[in-house]
């Protein structure tokens, strides 16, 4: 499995190892990141990082295995079962996670950072949203990001389907610190030894109340989100011709159907 785990002095780290596909993930990686992240709350009680290898931290999901689900079953098990359970562990889990943003952050990656209780970014890494380019549309980002970084910026990366540099990212409130790319791993060190000068009780109640508003409201709207994808998006042409466009390296031809 491309989705590592290793306990190292005490923290529990998440590696995306995957640079063939620039860590872009399938149904396996999903569950694989839920996997660890419960395994970690029990074997290495604190602090999570999760982070990737190469020069991307995540491109999202693996669109070449969206063919893999074509029928409303197979869609919700991928979105639903896969997905969205990584995202809900993540906002769930007892413990802050720390994306440690290694490189390029694309549609399902900046949106596990946008979820994600800190993050810290190599100076080289790039963020963005443009799933509409394929016909799709981002359906983490709709309900957590205004919860997390603001409603200006979750519409203008949703809508406007730029790029963010890390400086940028950092100075929309999507990231807490950029460094130099060789520092990125002792300055998330350095964080975890932050957050571990606290009580457990006391890290546990902290990210207990402060991700009130996303568990309650954020997560609920991204599961109505990821069930509209599947049951209204999944079918159109404009997906179906976005996909094969990316695939094939072309520009799509979109109809609005």
Known sequence: MYVTYEIREGTAWIRIERPEKLNALDL??????????????????????????????????????????????????????????????????????????????????CELVLVSDLAVAADEATFSLPEGRIGAWPTVAVGVAPHVSGRKLANELAFEMGRLDAAEARRFGIVNRVVAAADLESEVAATVERIRAASPHAIRMTKRFLNEELVTVGLPKVRRALTALVEETLPTHDLQEGTAAFLEKRAPDFDGK
Do not use: K
């Open 28 to 109: 396996s990686g999903w569950h694989a990141i839920t996997g660890h992240l419960r395994r970690a709350a029990d074997e290495a009680p604190g602090p999570v990082v999760l982070t990737g290898s190469g020069r991307a931290f995540c491109a999202g999901d693996d669109i070449a295995t969206f063919q893999e689900h074509a029928t409303a079953e197979q869609g919700m098990d991928f979105f639903i079962g896969g997905l969205y359970g990584t995202i809900e562990t993540i906002a769930t889990h007892p413990y802050p996670v720390i994306a440690a943003v290694n490189g390029l952050a694309f549609g399902g990656g």
